[in-house]
Structure formats: structure tokens, C-alpha cells
């Protein structure tokens, strides 16, 4: 079996995509992992569905449309934070610091967050992929399962968003402990991992090498590390903005972090390799 028939010949095209989409990060660093990420997923998404719309079936582009609509979702959530000037204010800050950063470690990162976001979204294109060779739809239950856990995923990192947007609107400088912020701290983070987690599901039953599994365990695993890192970069600002308020103290002290009903209250003193 050759590599041709593992992957898509379009790859590259994938590829060369997320690359033109992430180099948003050119113009501000925060962008190669804000902006750059959300619209490459949607553009991988509908580059998809044009390549391979004839041969693709109501699983496959309910996966694409997911995709799709995550990235669409997050985009517009990250734009519209722009317009917030405290929000502003914190951009330009990152954007001071990385000033000095050479165009070397930028062009690093570029490529690294184009290879990331494609293993990301392979799972998605495998599916399409499989069905462009004419390979029938194998154990659709487990495809259902994994689109339901995606359409979960979606549901909650957009209800956090929006609860805690809505919260700062009336009380600015406290911490939001309102809605799904009762039952885990970081709930946004947590759907970013459970809509990936659900996508790989939808994909497995598409392969038929463990070649094919690579890319997208891979992209699974460094989307849960790096949100694992959002999360201990979080905790540590909020120390600094709140940790002389007993509520606050009060607050993570039972209210887990990451996970829901796992008593992991911190992930400050655990290494996380993609921070």
C-alpha cells in the first residue's frame, strides 16, 4: 500500500492553505493562534467539501460542516473580542513583548501552527478522502458518536463564551463564577478539547492503516497539552488579579480547573510541554 492511498494527493493544498490563513500572525504574533486558527479550520473545512462534494455522504459532511462551524464560531467570537478596548489594551501588551522576536522563531512558529491545525482537521479529511476511493461508510455508529461529542464540544465552549462575556458586561473586575463557570473553571478550554476529541472519534472508522491514525492523535494530543497551558497561563493571571479576594480563594478551592467532578483544583505545578 502506498502513501497515495493512505493520504489525499491534495494534501499539500491543505497544506499551502492553512499556511496563507495562519500568516495573519505576521501582522500580530497573537494571531498565528487566534485568528489564523479559527479561519484556517472553517477555510480546510470548505476546501473539503468542494474537492470531494460528490462523494461524500450525510456523515461526512455533517464532520465537515462541524468543522465548519466551529471555526466560523471562534472567528467571530475572537473578532468581536477586538473591539473590546480592555481587550485592546492586553493585545498591544502581547504585542510589546514580542517585539524583540526574530523573524526565524517566527517563521517557526508559522510553520508549526500550519502543520498543527492540518493533523487537527485530518481526521475530517480521511473521511472525505476514504469516500472519494469508494470505500463504503464502516461502523457509522461510532462516526454518530464521535459527530455528537463534536456538536457537545461546540455547544459548550460557545455557551461559556458567551456567559462570560455577558457577566464582565455588568461586573468588569470580578471573577465569573456564573453558569458553567460553577462547575469547572475553564469550560471554554474544556470544549475546545472535547470538540477535538469528538472529531478524531468520527475518524477513526475511516482508516484502514495506522499510518492514518498519525496526524490526527498527534494534533489531538497537542490541542489538549496547549489548552492545558492556556489554562495554567490563566490561573496564574487571575492569581495576580484576584488572589486577595477570600471569594476567589474560596472559589478555586472547589471549583475543579480543567476537568468537572475531578478534584484537580490546579494545574500550576504539573509540566505541560506545549505552553
Given at each position: 500500500?502506498?502513501?497515495?492511498?493512505?493520504?489525499?494527493?491534495?494534501?499539500?493544498?491543505?497544506?499551502?492553505?492553512?499556511?496563507?490563513?495562519?500568516?495573519?500572525?505576521?501582522?500580530?504574533?497573537?494571531?498565528?493562534?487566534?485568528?489564523?486558527?479559527?479561519?484556517?479550520?472553517?477555510?480546510?473545512?470548505?476546501?473539503?467539501?468542494?474537492?470531494?462534494?460528490?462523494?461524500?455522504?450525510?456523515?461526512?459532511w455533517a464532520h465537515l460542516g462541524?468543522?465548519?462551524?466551529?471555526?466560523?464560531?471562534?472567528?467571530?467570537?475572537?473578532?468581536?473580542?477586538?473591539?473590546?478596548?480592555?481587550?485592546?489594551?492586553?493585545?498591544?501588551?502581547?504585542?510589546?513583548?514580542?517585539?524583540?522576536?526574530?523573524?526565524?522563531?517566527?517563521?517557526?512558529?508559522?510553520?508549526?501552527?500550519?502543520?498543527?491545525?492540518?493533523?487537527?482537521?485530518?481526521?475530517?479529511?480521511?473521511?472525505?478522502?476514504?469516500?472519494?476511493?469508494?470505500?463504503?461508510?464502516?461502523?457509522?455508529?461510532?462516526?454518530?458518536?464521535?459527530?455528537?461529542?463534536?456538536?457537545?464540544?461546540?455547544?459548550?465552549?460557545?455557551?461559556?463564551?458567551?456567559?462570560?462575556?455577558?457577566?464582565?458586561?455588568?461586573?468588569?473586575?470580578?471573577?465569573?463564577?456564573?453558569?458553567?463557570?460553577?462547575?469547572?473553571?475553564?469550560?471554554?478550554?474544556?470544549?475546545?478539547?472535547?470538540?477535538?476529541?469528538?472529531?478524531?472519534?468520527?475518524?477513526?472508522?475511516?482508516?484502514?492503516?495506522?499510518?492514518?491514525?498519525?496526524?490526527?492523535?498527534?494534533?489531538?494530543?497537542?490541542?489538549?497539552?496547549?489548552?492545558?497551558?492556556?489554562?495554567?497561563?490563566?490561573?496564574?493571571?487571575?492569581?495576580?488579579?484576584?488572589?486577595?479576594?477570600?471569594?476567589?480563594?474560596?472559589?478555586?478551592?472547589?471549583?475543579?480547573?480543567?476537568?468537572?467532578?475531578?478534584?484537580?483544583?490546579?494545574?500550576?505545578?504539573?509540566?505541560?510541554?506545549?505552553?
Open positions: 500500500m502506498n502513501l497515495s492511498s493512505l493520504f489525499p494527493t491534495e494534501w499539500p493544498w491543505f497544506f499551502a492553505l492553512t499556511l496563507a490563513i495562519s500568516a495573519t500572525g505576521f501582522i500580530r504574533l497573537v494571531y498565528f493562534v487566534s485568528i489564523g486558527y479559527a479561519f484556517s479550520i472553517t477555510a480546510l473545512a470548505v476546501l473539503a467539501g468542494a474537492l470531494f462534494y460528490r462523494q461524500l455522504g450525510p456523515l461526512a462541524l468543522l465548519a462551524l466551529y471555526g466560523v464560531r471562534l472567528g467571530t467570537f475572537l473578532v468581536s473580542r477586538e473591539r473590546s478596548p480592555s481587550y485592546q489594551t492586553e493585545l498591544d501588551e502581547v504585542q510589546r513583548r514580542n517585539r524583540k522576536m526574530s523573524i526565524f522563531t517566527r517563521f517557526g512558529i508559522w510553520i508549526s501552527v500550519a502543520l498543527l491545525y492540518l493533523c487537527m482537521f485530518s481526521p475530517g479529511l480521511l473521511r472525505a478522502h476514504a469516500l472519494a476511493q469508494g470505500r463504503a461508510e464502516p461502523l457509522p455508529w461510532l462516526t454518530i458518536l464521535g459527530l455528537a461529542v463534536m456538536a457537545g464540544g461546540l455547544g459548550l465552549e460557545g455557551l461559556a463564551d458567551f456567559q462570560k462575556s455577558r457577566f464582565k458586561k455588568t461586573a468588569p473586575k470580578r471573577f465569573c463564577d456564573r453558569g458553567l463557570f460553577r462547575l469547572v473553571r475553564c469550560p471554554n478550554y474544556l470544549g475546545e478539547i472535547t470538540i477535538w476529541s469528538g472529531s478524531l472519534l468520527a475518524g477513526i472508522s475511516a482508516w484502514n492503516h495506522p499510518l492514518q491514525a498519525v496526524p490526527g492523535i498527534l494534533g489531538t494530543i497537542c490541542i489538549v497539552l496547549i489548552m492545558m497551558g492556556s489554562t495554567k497561563r490563566l490561573e496564574t493571571k487571575q492569581d495576580a488579579r484576584y488572589g486577595s479576594d477570600p471569594e476567589y480563594q474560596a472559589y478555586v478551592k472547589k471549583v475543579p480547573v480543567l476537568f468537572p467532578f475531578l478534584p484537580i483544583y490546579s494545574l500550576k505545578n504539573i509540566k505541560v510541554y506545549l505552553e
